[in-house]
């Protein structure tokens, strides 16, 4: 069971989470030590040749791992990410949608 729910976590969102807000995250679903974080596609989160920007991919699952964080501590703002790699090549926890179909959209699931 999680201990927060997603009306609590898109409340903490639009309150005090402004990169997420302004990049329009969606949590998808929350159980406990899992989420699935969404952001809908946008060319402004294109990089030069058409890929999604590492700094939104960082972001997204930064979110996702915060949100899968909370389903286990309840709501504690100062949770934070003490360390976050990604190997760009190899994605395998975050599926980046394809510029050219804008109806899709990026996600990350997270599980700890």
Do not use: Q, W
Not at 13 to 28: C, D, N, V
Not at 41 to 55: A, K, Q
Not at 90 to 102: G, V
């Amino acid at each position: 069971m999680s201990l927060i729910s997603i009306e609590e976590l898109e409340r903490l969102t639009r309150e005090k989470l402004p990169f997420a807000r302004i990049s329009k995250f969606r949590t998808e679903e929350l159980k406990s030590g899992r989420a699935i974080v969404r952001a809908p596609y946008s060319d402004e989160f294109l990089r030069p040749g058409g890929t999604i920007s590492g700094p939104i991919m960082m972001g997204l699952a930064d979110f996702a791992m915060y949100a899968a964080v909370l389903t286990r501590v309840g709501i504690v703002e100062l949770a934070l990410t003490t360390n976050l790699n990604i190997n760009f090549l190899h994605l395998s926890l975050i599926h980046i949608s394809e510029p050219t179909r804008p109806r899709l959209i990026s996600y990350a699931v997270f599980c700890l």
